[in-house]
């Protein structure tokens, strides 16, 4: 079972405003995923890191940014949101190694109004 | 590009019946496939996964299965549950180490 934590679970927000989106996990992983979820879409890689103070850009390009100071923390931060950054955000972890399986958090729901 | 894909959006099936989802894909390189389970407003859900190595893989009610010359892989599960009502997505990795690509995901209904 994964011990992975995302903060906060539901969001709705203002246009313009700055926000943080936290993901915390407890086992230890070296590499960190966020991914972007719109209804009946696949997964989109938007960030990840592969350990502290490594951190890369995905496959969707995203205005967001990532940070990666500690081995357990890899908050999401959007300066200034906008409508079009409303989806799901979903971040997971995995050990490094060969063929590795990745562990989701419970996402965060944001609504920018 | 899409190089995972899930062709049915959804699937209804009758409880206590097999549940047969499919994903097919085009990058050779992948070698590692994975099914994850998905409740509306939460994270998927590692099910089970195969290496290409292998054809066929089960845990309890799961089966996933691999046609590798067809590309090709299949989620089985028997018997189906209304609880098991939920978006599948399959996935996979290989080329580019541990970063997955996801199919659009399968929506299954179990009805009672």
């Known amino acids: 079972e994964a011990d992975i934590y995302q903060t906060p679970r539901y969001l709705v927000i203002g246009t313009g405003k700055k926000i943080t989106l936290e993901c915390s996990q407890t086992?230890?992983?070296?590499?960190m995923y966020w991914y972007q979820q719109d209804p009946g879409m696949e997964l989109h890689l938007i960030h990840y890191?592969?350990?502290?103070?490594?951190?890369e850009k995905g496959d969707l390009s995203s205005e967001s940014t990532v940070s990666r100071i500690r081995t357990e923390h890899f908050p999401l931060t959007l300066e200034s949101a906008r409508p079009s950054h409303t989806s799901q955000y979903l971040c997971?972890?995995?050990?490094?190694?060969?063929?590795?399986?990745?562990?989701f958090g419970p996402g965060t729901r944001l609504l920018v109004l | 590009d899409q190089q995972v894909k899930q062709n049915s959006p959804s699937l209804s099936v009758q409880e206590g019946r097999i549940s047969i989802l499919n994903c097919d894909y085009t990058?050779?390189?992948?070698?590692?496939f994975l099914w994850y389970k998905k409740y509306p407003a939460e994270g998927p859900t590692f099910l089970i996964s195969?290496?290409?190595?292998?054809d066929k893989n089960e845990d309890g009610r799961f089966t996933v299965f691999l046609n590798k010359s067809a590309k090709h892989l299949s989620l089985h599960i028997v018997p189906s549950q209304p609880g098991d009502s939920a978006v599948y997505f399959c996935a996979a990795s290989g080329f580019s180490g541990s970063r997955l690509t996801f199919g659009e995901g399968t929506q299954l209904t179990v009805n009672p």
């Open positions: 086992m230890g992983h070296d590499k």
């Open positions: 997971a972890s995995s050990e490094r190694g060969y063929q590795e399986t990745q562990y």
């Open positions: 195969i290496s290409s190595i292998k």
């Open positions: 890191s592969y350990g502290v103070n490594s951190t």
């Open positions: 990058n050779s390189m992948f070698d590692y």
